[in-house]
């Protein structure tokens, strides 16, 4: 088992940057792959980005490529999403997640734990 912590959340100008850390404790992080989603409200959890557990792929949606970069330290068991040009739209609750699955997944379903989520809210 895995447990999972987000921190960096805030409010934030539009235009403006954010990097979200999420620390693990538990089995060995280098097991994972690692995941971002986020949650607005009255929305469902989204996809954000992905990694796999070397760090040498990552994946994105649409929305948000060319803006967020996932990354991770496997010495530090931590795992981060920068986050630039922020966009009022990315207003919401961000959560990291695990999974040990072979294929990093890209839906919610495919995460087998999760960190309790860090506001990220950003103002026009």
């Known amino acids: 088992q895995v447990q999972l912590v987000e921190s960096g959340g805030g409010l934030v100008q539009a235009g403006g940057s954010l990097r979200l850390s999420c620390a693990a404790s538990g089995r060995t992080f280098s097991s994972y792959s690692m995941g971002w989603f986020r949650q607005a409200p009255g929305k469902e959890r989204d996809f954000v980005a992905s990694i796999t557990r070397s760090g040498s792929y990552t994946y994105y949606a649409d929305s948000v490529k060319g803006r967020f970069t996932i990354s991770r330290d496997n010495a530090k068991n931590t795992v981060y999403l920068r986050m630039n040009s922020l966009k009022p739209e990315d207003t919401a609750v961000y959560y990291c997640?695990?999974?040990?699955?072979?294929?990093?997944?890209?839906?919610?379903?495919?995460?087998?734990?999760w960190g309790q989520g860090t506001q990220v809210t950003v103002s026009s």
């Open positions: 997640a695990a999974s040990l699955r072979i294929v990093v997944p890209n839906t919610a379903a495919g995460y087998d734990y």
